[in-house]
């Protein structure tokens, strides 16, 4: 028969085990916080440029269109109706 480990240990591990889970998850939502801030600060959708087409998004700077490049876009604009 295996001897089983002392109780303290086996609660130290699962403990141990808990507080990395946690950990891990809060890193997780930090970064998702990070990455949601930095999504927001996408000026496109109240450019007068934007198109919302699926085929052309900007009618200045289509490449970069609602995405990370155009934040500080020197073209924006805002749109006259929102």
């Known amino acids: 028969m295996i001897p089983s480990p002392p109780a ?6 699962a403990w141990s085990l808990v507080l990395g889970l946690a950990w891990h998850w809060a890193l997780g939502l930090r970064s998702l916080w990070q990455q949601s801030r930095r999504l927001h600060q996408i000026p496109c959708s109240q450019c007068r440029f934007l198109v ?6 900007c009618s200045v700077n289509p490449a970069a269109a609602l995405s990370e490049q155009a934040i500080g876009c020197r073209d924006y604009e ?3 109706w929102g």
């Open 78 to 80: 805002p749109s006259p």
């Open 52 to 57: 919302n087409s699926p085929y052309l998004k």
């Open 8 to 13: 303290p240990l086996l609660s130290f591990f």
